[in-house]
């Protein structure tokens, strides 16, 4: 029997990793995960894909290491010799990067770098996925495609910007099979609870429960592509098993804004947002990106690849599984 396809995730503990890693196992991969070392857990999003090592059938394994130590990563990328890299780790907050841009420029920029030159320097033939963000698009007019101009408005957009940058330029001036995957917001249950989407909808479930009475949220006007998380990881996928690297974006190509979330989500639980919401200017950005639309044509010409679940199934499935959460710590 020939040995299993291998790959090497960054960012495995997360939203992305985690469905990623579940989705690469059912296809019999060996799946091995970067994490950094801590000294609180914070692998309860993969803890259930746990295998004992010393088990002859194990096929994720897990490894310490950290994206600002460059000779780390080449020992790891050497050692395990990867077929496929799917590069999901940064400092993933856009409004965090305003209050820490050098160590978002750090880990979400230049860490792709150091990945890539671990690639090249140990000439193993891995193809490369880097997650490059819609938030590159910034202040320019949706709808955004591949073709759309870059104007990111934040430290996270500059630094995502330049990894799919670096991305191309190792794929153009080295020849990696290396690309970018565009993925607009992408949310699900496993959502980090900083984040709006799952504020809310932790919110409702809470509201409804008795547990809490107030949402503190910032800007309700912003308007966002927000797809199904689970079903993103499979266009990531998709993009590594193409014929040749290209670049490609992922969204469902609609738009609702955060008040639209609000009200689905608060309405699934039979409550008025209204008289639960106020407003804090701490959660405002120094500077706003109004309106993303993703154009995802070419995935789904070349991929074969579209969205299954809109934004109001998605925010009604996320409260479900927060009312679930709510109910099972009673």
Known sequence: MADPRRALITGVTGQDGSYLAESLLDKGYEVHGLIRRASTFNTHRIDHLYQD???????????????????????????????????????????????????????????????LEAIRMTEVPARFYQASSSEMFGATPPPQSEDTPFYPRSPYGAAKLYSYWMTRNYREGHGLFAVNGI???????????????????????????????????GNLDAARDWGYAKEYVEAMWLMLQHDTPEDFVIATGTSYTVRDFLRISFEHVGLDWQKHVRFDERYLRPTEVDDLIGDATKAQRLLGWKPQTLTPDLARLMVDADLAEVAADR
């Open 53 to 115: 090592p010393h088990d002859p059938d194990a096929r994720f394994f897990l490894h310490y290491g950290d994206l600002t130590d460059g000779s780390r990563l080449v020992t790891l990328v050497d050692a395990i010799a990867p077929d496929e890299v799917y590069h999901l780790a940064a400092q993933s907050h856009v409004r965090v990067s305003f209050d820490e841009p050098e160590f978002t420029g750090d880990v979400t920029g230049l860490a792709t770098t150091r990945l």
């Open 183 to 217: 993925l607009f917001n992408h949310e699900s249950p496993r959502r980090g609870e900083t984040f709006v989407t799952r504020k809310i909808t932790r919110a409702a479930a809470r509201i409804k429960a008795g547990l809490q009475q107030e949402l503190w949220l």
